[in-house]
């Protein structure tokens, strides 16, 4: 991935910043700032180079973007969702796929990584049914840094778990919903990895431009 022009990092600076601010509520908005910080994290110690580590970042923090078209009574409902309302949940990576590719093609890779991220390891996922190396590797690092964070948070029908509970069910998905690579890099990172990524997190709440996902914030 080569770096981006001056032109071009102004132009995605706009266009991140026109559709980021635009969320129903605040929970999904820090969760995907949560997302966003994590798959940073993990981008860096897969190997990744740096502009695809700001790629799958921008994507990270965009994954959800699509659920600005889903009903706020389904964003927000404290049961869990019955079959009709699983299936509009269920568009949100389509819908968000499409308003990006619509933005700007400087969202391209990120819209390929919003449509993939619930796509599971063994096939078994949606909106395509896409399996193992089908699945684009940001994906994948997302998959596993939205399992996480879904896990150790609050939502709207379960209160969030430990992370003892976390790493239980990142083994139980290893292979099966989860890329069984990036899941052994995460349950083998050492303690500062995780004190970092919770730095990390606490800051970005008060300054999303922190993470430098945006080119133009770190010219």
């Not at 619930?118 to 590797?137: A, Q, S, V, W």
């Not at 899941?183 to 990390?200: A, H, K, R, S």
């Amino acid at each position: 991935m080569k770096p981006l022009s001056k032109s071009d990092q102004q132009l995605l600076e706009q266009h991140f910043y026109n559709i980021a601010p635009d969320w129903k509520d605040t929970e999904t908005q820090k969760h995907c700032m949560r997302v966003a910080v994590f798959s940073l994290h993990i981008g860096r110690a897969v190997g990744l180079a740096e502009e695809q580590v700001k790629s799958v970042g921008r994507a990270a923090f965009l994954h959800d973007i699509g659920k600005m078209a889903t009903p706020e009574a389904i964003l927000r409902k404290p049961s869990a969702l019955n079959p009709e309302e699983l299936a509009i949940m269920r568009k949100h990576p389509y819908d968000g796929y499409q308003l990006l590719k619509k933005t700007t093609p400087l969202l391209d890779d990120a819209a390929e990584i919003v449509y993939a991220h619930h796509e599971n390891f063994d096939g078994t996922g949606y909106p395509r049914g896409l399996k193992g190396e089908e699945i684009p590797f940001g994906a994948r690092i997302v998959a596993v840094a939205n399992t996480w964070d879904s896990i150790t948070s609050d939502l709207p029908y379960r209160k969030a778990k430990s992370l003892d509970a976390a790493d239980e069910e990142l083994q139980r998905c290893r292979g099966r919903q989860l890329d069984p690579t990036i899941v052994d890099t995460v349950l083998n990172m050492p303690e500062d990895f995780w004190v970092g990524i919770y730095q990390d997190i606490k800051a970005v709440y008060n300054n999303i431009s922190i993470l430098q996902i945006t080119p133009v914030a770190i010219q």
